[in-house]
């Protein structure tokens, strides 16, 4: 099967997804495709009894106008609250309290509440993987993991850049170049239940080599009306790497940490691999492209959330520009 469409964005990450929902409100056909049954892409929730708990993205800051007046919005509805304002360093001296700075936002129902509104009424077909990406005279053909195949003029990738290189042997050198420069490193993160009370701190940050943690979120804290104690702990860059490929074997490693915060013997633990988790080095603009040929993300002009949504947001600007 083939379908026309003016613009088909992949990944309904929340670049994608605040370029598609900018593209939609400006009238023009755009279709997101989207491998996973969620929205949201690493602003990521895992569901528990009665609770949700995010594993990716832990908050997100707003420094750009267009996104201060977005959170606005969200916190009028409910959806978005501000969860600290500075957070515990962890060093070799122990545990140090925060000083007060810029405001840290998460959403009370799981960080992927943002894809859920983004991606409100738009046009997404979930659970479909792009696996290639051809010239198609001076538009685009797309093949789906299920053999079917999409036709646009435009065509705008929202994948962190390494696999958003491996779909592609038609890019041209250039791209290629820009998308091999881009680097990424790796997180194991784990949720874990506890029956102690929550502790003082919501988010401490880990300024320790040597420890195998770079962060820990008390992720209940974030919750109106938590029924246990949960913690997220994210594995430093250099440790997810070492453990990558045998993740189990870094648990007990991860887990002495908060033992060593007062938090023994976890209810239940649950771990999660993330290969490409925080941009190390970006490419130095809002957006990538290549022709009729696009590309958004986090690791567009910077390594975070927010970067992501403006990545977005400055694509769509683009693609409309050049219509
Ligand atoms: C563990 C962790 C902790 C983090 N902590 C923070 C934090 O505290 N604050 C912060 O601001 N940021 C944080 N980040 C970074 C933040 O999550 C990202 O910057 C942001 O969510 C990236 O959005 P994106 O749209 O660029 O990409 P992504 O979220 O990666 O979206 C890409 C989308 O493309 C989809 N996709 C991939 N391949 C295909 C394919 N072949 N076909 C179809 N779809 C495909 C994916 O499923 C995904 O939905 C963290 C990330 C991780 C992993």
Not at 87 to 114: C, D, K, V, W
Not at 146 to 161: I, Q, S
Not at 234 to 246: A, D, N, Q, R, V
Not at 297 to 307: H, M, N, Q, S, T
């Amino acid at each position: 099967m083939t379908e026309d469409l003016d613009i088909i964005v992949v990944g309904a990450g929340v670049a994608g997804l605040s370029a598609a929902r900018t593209l939609a409100q400006a009238g023009v056909r755009v279709e997101v495709l989207e491998k996973s049954r969620g929205l949201g892409g690493r602003a990521a929730s895992r569901r528990l009894p009665g609770t949700v708990a995010d594993h990716g993205a832990q908050y997100f800051t707003a420094r750009d106008p267009r996104l201060q007046a977005q959170v606005a919005e969200w916190q009028g509805t409910g959806d978005v609250q501000v969860w600290a304002k500075g957070f515990h360093t962890l060093s070799a001296q122990g545990l140090q309290e925060p000083g007060e700075s810029y405001p840290r936002y998460t959403f009370a129902g799981g960080m992927n509440t943002i894809g859920k509104l983004l991606g409100d009424g738009l046009n997404i077909r979930r659970s479909v993987k792009v696996t290639e990406v051809s010239r198609s005279g001076a538009g685009w053909q797309l093949w789906l993991e299920d053999g079917t195949r999409y036709h646009a003029e435009r065509v705008l990738l929202n994948l962190p850049a390494p696999q958003a290189l491996a779909l592609g042997a038609d890019f041209s050198a250039r791209t290629k170049a820009v998308l091999n420069s881009v680097t990424f490193a790796p997180c194991l993160a784990l949720i874990a239940g506890y029956a102690q009370a929550a502790p003082v701190w919501r988010g401490v940050q880990v300024k320790d080599e040597t420890n195998p943690l770079s962060w820990l979120a008390c992720d209940s804290s974030k919750r109106s009306d938590p029924n246990e104690t949960v913690l997220v702990l994210h594995g430093s860059p250099s440790f997810s790497k070492t453990y990558l490929e045998t993740p189990e074997a870094a648990h007990p490693h991860m887990l002495r940490v908060a033992e060593s915060l007062g938090f023994a013997e976890p209810r239940w633990s649950d771990l999660h691999r993330w290969r490409y988790s925080k941009v190390t080095e970006p490419y130095k603009a809002p957006y990538l492209q290549d022709g009729t040929l696009f590309f958004c993300g986090d690791w567009c002009g910077g390594a975070k959330l927010e970067a992501a949504y403006v990545s977005g947001l400055e694509v769509a600007k683009a693609m409309l520009g050049g219509q």
